[in-house]
């Protein structure tokens, strides 16, 4: 079955960096486009970055220029790095993907900014 890990989640200073990785299982990775979400406290699930099979890449307004989506399809797994990191960037991060018209999420990995 699909399996979606998230992990790397922390505490981090403001400022900081972390990387997220999101190891999958259960289907052609190389085939599906990926997505990274987050959601805070109180507020809507949201899109932070996604990556397509072909490596195309979008992202949120408010992490463009900071974080970086990518793909390693040889390890099956999704990388979230995120610099410059700002409070309001403290969410529960959750991976993503649809196989056969049905999305499939991750367990979430925390991410709390905060000196």
């Known amino acids: 079955q699909v399996q979606l890990v998230e992990s790397g989640g922390d505490l981090v200073q403001p400022g900081g960096s972390l990387r997220l990785s999101c190891a999958a299982s259960g289907f052609i990775f190389r085939f599906n486009a990926m997505g990274w979400y987050r959601q805070a406290p109180g507020k809507q699930r949201e899109l932070v970055a996604r990556?397509?099979?072909?490596?195309?890449?979008n992202y949120a307004d408010s992490v463009k220029g900071r974080f970086t989506i990518s793909r390693d399809n040889a390890k099956d797994t999704v990388y979230l790095q995120m610099n410059s990191l700002k409070p309001e960037d403290t969410a529960d991060y959750y991976c993503n993907t649809e196989v056969s018209r049905l999305g499939y999420w991750g367990q979430g990995t925390q991410v709390t900014v905060s000196s």
């Open positions: 990556i397509t099979s072909g490596g195309r890449t």
